[in-house]
């Protein structure tokens, strides 16, 4: 029964200095679907998904990814960081950014090939930058680095994918764009987990959503989760007006 | 002149110009990765730290053997990262302080066991103050061996990670999704800089080694939005100003080569920041002015057009008063409307007729029409 879980969190705390951000967190994830992360800000979504990918050492629990650690799935996991998690006057270029999603099929002390090359531009016209592929990363907008991100993700080729809050601040073309990338991603049967602040845009976008404040208050199909009663639940402690349906 | 002059005649100071340079292009390529990883001061704080490493190493053994001395050097400069780490890990004191605070405890330290060595009787001692501000003179041939060997071995190391140095630079989280573990790249990162201040110690001494980790990072990177060019620009300045910094040093009585190669480098990063295209604050300066007269020239065009299709005849003059000034401080008005409507008149968006009455030309018409911002609604 446990096999048709792509994702397993088992008593998952995380604590900076010594206030808990996660406590006991328990979640299971279906293959191949579309789910959002929600919950008020402070809730521990990016935390929740940084612990996943063992960036971040939680006091005790433990994840598991096809049954394996992360350690041995690492190649099937594609992950998409905040894009304000960067200095973007790096000096680089869009092809060479998303090339690093490479970097991870290569190895350490080995050198990009022409296929990976080829990957990676093939990844930048998928999110519609290719005209953008040699320009300097400093010159993009908010909703094109947030493309670029994507594309570095997708040549990942991955089968599970975290993102976290891809949807920020973008143009409605970014937006097409990564909705696109999702829709994509799902037909090819992968999985997305994507940490989301949009509550009204949840049902259109996703298929199933864990509803996250410090604990999991829930988690499921949006049909049978995402009410206005589980909301409540998950903002009380903040006192957000909510408008589900 | 007289520089020159003795550079191509003295043998020695030929061999110490090569170590100067040697070390400029190794601290320029490590030391691009430390500008770009915003970590400048850690090297500041590793070349103070190697101070007290040097007197400790001299008090231990009682002969000024080079590589001793260095090898006390890069312990503390090894200990001082770790002090930096674990403050910064461990305690709430932000990252800044604890650059502070360490910088200033080793220095300290080490300046107290200076004056202390100086103080006891043996003939050994003299010399050890120039690794404050470097004495390249006092370089031996043997020194710039270890200085070519060390510098080989840090470029080799930095061709061979370049991809993780890369990535770890730009963004260390995604790098360890990877499995790249950043902490281990930045402790290479760490080792070479390390490796790099101790070759340097000698030549430009404690105090002044952090500028030429950090200088010709800096001044690359006004030139250049690649990386790999930057960090073969920061090793081309390094070059220069070890070079240069050396002769000068070298033709002057008494002259440390450190303050002279810092010299050198400073001049480069000033040049660099002022005039290197799209980054340059000059060519920054001149691209605001430009766009200001656009705007300007757009604004003077706009009331012209208006009071064109306001009126039966479209190119009827109207004297200057009539258009719409604008506005400026300290009443040039008038002269500013007429050299804006000079350039726009070169331009051939508008026409002038009996000396002082404007009128906008077919082509100032349709550049209005299909300017994205002015054109009407």
Known sequence: MEENYIIEVEDMTVAYQVKPVLWDVDLRVPKGILMAIVGPNGAGKSTLIKAMLDLIKPISGSVLFNGETYEKQRKNIGYVPQRGSVDWDFPTTVLDVVMMGRYGHIGWLKRTSKEDKELAMEAITKVGMEEFAKRQISQLSGGQQQRVFLARALVQDAEIYFMDEPFQGVDAKTERAVIEILKDLRSRGKTVVVVHHDLQTVPEYFDWVTLLNTQVIESGPIETVFTEENLKKTYRSTGKVLRSE | ?377
């Open chain 2, 1 to 377: 002149m007289e520089a020159l002059k003795i550079f191509f005649s003295d043998y020695t100071i030929q061999i110490v110009s090569m170590g100067s340079a040697l070390l400029g292009i190794v601290s320029g390529v490590i030391g691009s990765f430390a500008v770009l990883r915003k970590q400048s001061l850690l090297g500041d704080v590793i070349s103070h730290a190697a101070l007290p490493g040097i007197a400790l190493a001299f008090l231990l053994v009682q002969i000024k053997d080079t590589n001793i001395l260095l090898i006390g050097a890069l312990i503390a400069g090894l200990l001082a990262t770790g002090a930096v780490r674990v403050i910064d890990k461990y305690s709430r004191i932000k990252f800044d302080s604890a650059l502070g605070l360490v910088l200033s405890v080793f220095f300290g330290g080490g300046l107290v066991l200076l004056t202390y060595i100086q103080k006891i009787p043996n003939a050994n001692q003299a010399g050890l103050d120039k690794f404050i501000f470097g004495q390249a003179s006092t370089l031996l041939k043997k020194d710039v061996y270890t200085v070519l060997i060390v510098g080989a071995i840090i470029i080799f190391m930095v061709l061979l990670f370049w991809k993780e140095l890369k990535i770890v630079s730009f963004d260390p989280e995604f790098s360890d999704s990877l499995g790249i573990s950043s902490k281990k790249v930045s402790f290479i990162i760490s080792g070479l800089i390390v490796a790099s201040i101790i070759i340097g110690l000698q030549t430009v001494g404690v105090i002044l080694m952090s500028a030429m980790l950090v200088a010709p990072g800096v001044a690359a990177r006004q030139w250049t939005d690649k990386l790999s060019i930057m960090v073969l620009l920061a090793s081309v300045f390094g070059a220069i100003s070890g070079l240069v910094g050396t002769i000068i040093s070298s033709s002057i009585q008494s002259m440390p080569t450190g303050p002279s190669i810092v010299i050198v480098v400073s001049v480069i990063v000033l040049i660099s920041i002022s005039f290197a295209p799209n980054r340059g604050l000059v060519w920054r300066q001149i691209r605001e002015m430009d766009s200001a007269k656009q705007i300007n020239e757009d604004k003077v065009l706009k009331s012209l057009y208006e009071l064109a299709i306001n009126h039966k005849d479209p190119y009827h003059s109207h004297p200057i008063s009539v258009i719409k000034p604008i506005k400026t401080k300290g009443g040039k008005k008038t002269k500013q409307l007429e050299s804006i409507l000079l350039a726009l008149k070169k331009d051939g968006y508008v026409e002038v007729e009996g000396g002082n009455n404007w009128f906008i030309t077919r082509d100032g018409l349709d550049y209005i029409n299909n300017h994205p911002i002015l054109k009407e609604e």
